[in-house]
T-cell receptor, first 115, second 115 residues
Framework: AQSVAQPEDQVNVAEGNPLTVKCTYSVSGNPYLFWYVQYPNRGLQFLLK??????LVKGSYGFEAEFNKSQTSFHLKKPSALVSDSALYFC?????????????FGQGTELSVKP | DAGVIQSPRHEVTEMGQEVTLRCKPI?????LFWYRQTMMRGLELLIY????????DSGMPEDRFSAKMPNASFSTLKIQPSEPRDSAVYFCASSLGQGRNTEAFFGQGTRLTVV
């Protein structure tokens, strides 16, 4: 069965510093990977996705993610964090062999960026 | 496009009452997902539909939960009878096509409180 793990419940970063939010996945086929962000009392917003091709994917708001097949990871990164990046971040996966297209989310990582 | 529309935004009900949550997906999208979010369990996939047909309902917690999609522009999630442990935020999401590389777009959610 497909699954996603986000090993850190919370990540604290100073404004202007680089940030990384970690994600590892498990699927039986080719992975389709996604990152979403959730602000308080809001729904989830799509940030970026990896389907195939370049291992470094660029997305919204200056975020990018690096796909590493050997480590089964898809870490979210940003070179310079902003206070407004503080939110809950979710990694998600769809299994390439799964005909149904089920979209499974990790537990989420709370990102806190301090001035 | 107005995005995925959920109603109501907030629902407070007494234990034992029937609750119906509503969702209007983005026009043209043919995959629809229902998720439940709690602090303890994170974001759980309850059920999803492709072309109005339920594909996987393995996440539906009990027979008290049921979901329907009578047409491409409307879906309901019903809980009957409701219990306090059903209190959560329920999200509906839709995506275009059955492709596993398509991202899902989320509604604002319905915050359900069962007292």
């Amino acid at each position: 069965a497909q699954s996603v793990a986000q090993p850190e419940d919370q990540v604290n970063v100073a404004e202007g510093n680089p940030l990384t939010v970690k994600c590892t996945y498990s699927v039986s086929g080719n992975p389709y990977l996604f990152w979403y962000v959730q602000y308080p009392n809001r729904g989830l917003q799509f940030l970026l996705k990896y389907i195939t091709g370049d291992n470094l994917v660029k997305g919204s708001y200056g975020f990018e993610a690096e796909f590493n097949k050997s480590q089964t990871s898809f870490h979210l990164k940003k070179p310079s964090a902003l206070v407004s990046d503080s939110a809950l971040y979710f990694c998600a996966v769809r299994d390439g062999h799964n005909q149904g297209g089920k979209l499974i989310f990790g537990q989420g990582t709370e990102l806190s960026v301090k001035p | 496009d107005a995005g995925v529309i959920q109603s109501p935004r907030h629902e407070v009900t007494e234990m034992g009452q029937e609750v119906t949550l509503r969702c209007k997906p983005i026009s043209g999208h043919n995959s629809l997902f229902w998720y439940r979010q709690t602090m303890m369990r994170g974001l759980e996939l309850l059920i999803y539909f492709n072309n109005n047909v339920p594909i996987d309902d393995s996440g539906m917690p009990e027979d008290r939960f049921s979901a329907k999609m009578p047409n491409a522009s409307f879906s309901t999630l019903k809980i009957q009878p409701s219990e306090p442990r059903d209190s959560a935020v329920y999200f509906c999401a839709s995506s275009l096509g059955q492709g596993r590389n398509t991202e899902a777009f989320f509604g604002q959610g319905t915050r359900l409180t069962v007292v």
